[in-house]
């Protein structure tokens, strides 16, 4: 797992000199923030932290924890969970960088979606709207029906959870998952990833390797 920031979208050519949409994301270098044990916290985990925060904006309690991996404290901080008993290869204080990737064919990546507000169900949901005529007035977004008493039977006719409604719409946590890895920048920490990546350029994400295998 390696944290990073996406930096946009451009086009490259494939070993077939087909153009590619490919997504750039600049990951790491991390810092290894926290170690986590069994022994100590419960469970096995490496805590990673990426870009630094300005002076201005640190807290006390993040200038000790920074301490102690001997960095300055970081604007995104993740956690990696590590299965059973294994155990973490990592030390506090080493950093992570794109080299991680080197072997690696297909990544998973985790980043928050663009925020839109408040949105229609037309928008949200891609509902059809009402007819255009047939003396329809003034209700061609509308969402129609919510509270009859048969969507649910015995329980009410009140509107039930899950209803397709107005309401915000994006910033969400979205994984895309299995997109290939075009190509590595080591030098500039820069991976190259075939496909569009949730959220905006400048946004935070989480690049691991894929979790399932590409048919």
Known sequence: MLL?????????????ERLLPVTVIQAGPCVVMQVKTVETDGYNAVQLGYDDKKASRRTKPAIGHAE????LPKKYIREMRLAGDAKAELNQ?????????AETKFVDVIGTSKGKGFAGPMKRYHFGGMPG????ERKHR????????????????????GKKMGGHMGAKRITVKTHRLVSIDQENNLLVIKGSVPGPAGGYVVVRTSQKNKV
Do not use: L, N
Request: net charge positive; hydrophobic share 20%; no cysteine.
């Open 4 to 16: 990073g920031k996406k930096v946009g979208m451009t086009q490259v050519y494939d070993e077939k």
């Open 68 to 71: 102690k991996a001997k960095t």
């Open 93 to 101: 204080g080493d950093s992570v960088t794109v080299s991680i990737f």
């Open 133 to 136: 005529s047939h003396g329809t």
């Open 142 to 161: 509308s969402p129609g029906s919510q509270a009859g008493y048969g969507t649910d039977r015995g329980h009410g006719g009140d509107i039930k959870k």
